[in-house]
């Protein structure tokens, strides 16, 4: 890989605005001739996590009529989003459009065969780190436009930028190898703990009376008083509003919520308690989790509540077992939203030893678990390590101050892809 030291007190800057022709997507209304048989990608944030930052394809299309004016963004500019998960940038190849979270930049005529778009694109990971620190404060958060068509964009002499571009490029390759070996590590501690629940349950299905959810606990359905804009509340007497991004995919108890609904909307709602067992049922289906707080959940939980007889924790890692979420999925296929009604989780299966067998086994369950967590723990931390290699290497390039990371809601499930693509001639 080649070496590069870089002097930026010499460049020119212009104007974002000056350099780009800048423009917010918009979301066309949802009616068939916008969408039905479209060849223009419609691009979103999900594209971004799928496809990576080099995209030439999207999970929607539309139709021309859903273009306002006919105006699609040519191809080849970039797309960066300044509201909602702010920073987040991607290269597009092909027209499209995109929605109002993204903010579209595409290069004016004059500044081509000045500025290279490889070069361009890893330094819009220097203007998202802008964005995310320059954010009005508000219910929804939205970068300050009117400071970001301000910000000053370098333009080197062309040769550095190219020189820049295919550093960082061969950079971010040897760093997504390491990704990928700290990834593989990850998932290989997540399927231990996977195979050693399952081999032990698989004792338990052969040798154990074999009972449906419906004979041995109740099941109720969460309920959401509407619009629960209007029943959230900070006051003191507020009551826990558990939603899924309260706990993350291998917390075992509800111990906090970040939301809190008035006493009239918990009326409306479904309460829970300390010791009540929930399970998401839409989405991410299946999760079980312990409440250690009393509050009250929306109809994308069920509520279990186990009767005498069933030790709550054997409970827990029953559900938390490959065979009972095979059993979900089952449940769950077909379905356009993949989610599990209640008439359907009421038929799922499991064995149940005497109590006190219960007991001994979830202790070593809770003993299986806690050494997988621990492993888990160890190449999260190295990943997080190997991910900031880039933030860091970006910094000391273009000598600006560590970027910070973008922030993502749940990182399990919606962190940003890897960056590094084959390299394109693209100027």
Not at 60 to 81: D, L, Q
Not at 113 to 135: A, H, K
Not at 346 to 364: C, G, N, R, T, W
Request: with cysteine; hydrophobic share 35%.
């Amino acid at each position: 890989m080649s070496s590069c030291n870089t002097d930026t007190t010499e460049w020119e800057t212009r104007p974002l605005g000056e350099v780009f022709a800048v423009r917010q997507g918009f979301d066309p209304a949802k009616i068939a001739a916008y969408w039905e048989n479209g060849t223009i990608p419609f691009v979103k944030m999900e594209d971004v996590r799928q496809y990576g930052r080099k995209l030439d394809k999207s999970h929607y299309y539309v139709t021309e009529a859903a273009v306002k004016g006919g105006r699609v963004f040519p191809a080849n500019s970039f797309i960066i989003s300044t509201s909602a998960t702010i920073g987040e940038h991607a290269f597009v190849k092909v027209p499209f459009i995109t929605n109002r979270r993204f903010t579209g930049l595409s290069l004016k005529p004059e500044f081509e065969g000045r500025l290279d778009r490889d070069f361009i694109f890893f330094y819009l990971y220097v203007l998202g780190n802008w964005c995310r620190q320059n954010v009005n404060v508000g219910t929804f958060a939205q970068v300050r436009m009117g400071l970001f068509r301000q910000f000053p964009f370098p333009i080197p002499p062309l040769p550095e930028q190219q020189k820049l571009a295919t550093f960082l490029d061969e950079a971010f390759a040897l760093i997504d190898d390491l990704i990928d070996n700290a990834q593989r590590h990850l998932e290989l501690a997540h399927l231990l703990q996977q195979r050693q629940l399952e081999a032990s349950f698989e004792k338990l299905w052969q040798t154990k009376p074999i009972h449906f959810l419906a004979d041995v606990c109740v099941i109720e359905r969460g309920s959401s008083p509407r619009p629960i804009k209007n029943f959230l509340t900070t006051k003191a007497d507020g009551v826990n509003w558990v939603k899924i991004g309260d706990v993350s995919e291998r917390e075992k108890f509800v111990t906090q919520t970040k939301e809190k609904i008035t006493q009239v909307g918990s009326l409306k709602s479904r309460r829970v308690y300390p010791g009540d067992l929930i399970l998401t049922n839409s989405m991410s289906y299946g999760r079980p989790y312990i409440m250690k707080i009393e509050g009250c959940v929306h109809d994308g939980w069920f509520v279990l509540r186990p009767k005498k007889g069933i030790y709550t924790d054997y409970f827990y890692y029953v559900l938390s077992s490959p065979q009972i979420q095979k059993q979900f999925g089952n449940l769950a296929s077909g379905a356009i939203v993949l989610n599990i009604r209640s008439e359907l989780v009421k038929k799922a299966s499991f064995p149940i030893p005497p109590y006190d067998e219960q007991v001994k086994l979830a202790q070593q369950f809770e003993t299986i678990t806690a050494v997988a967590n621990d492993l888990c723990d160890t190449y999260q931390e190295k990943l997080n390590t190997v991910k900031h290699l880039k933030t860091a290497l970006l910094a000391k390039v273009f000598h600006e101050t560590p970027l910070t990371a973008p922030p993502h809601s749940t990182p399990d499930k919606e962190s940003i892809p890897k960056d590094h693509t084959p390299k394109e001639n693209t100027a």
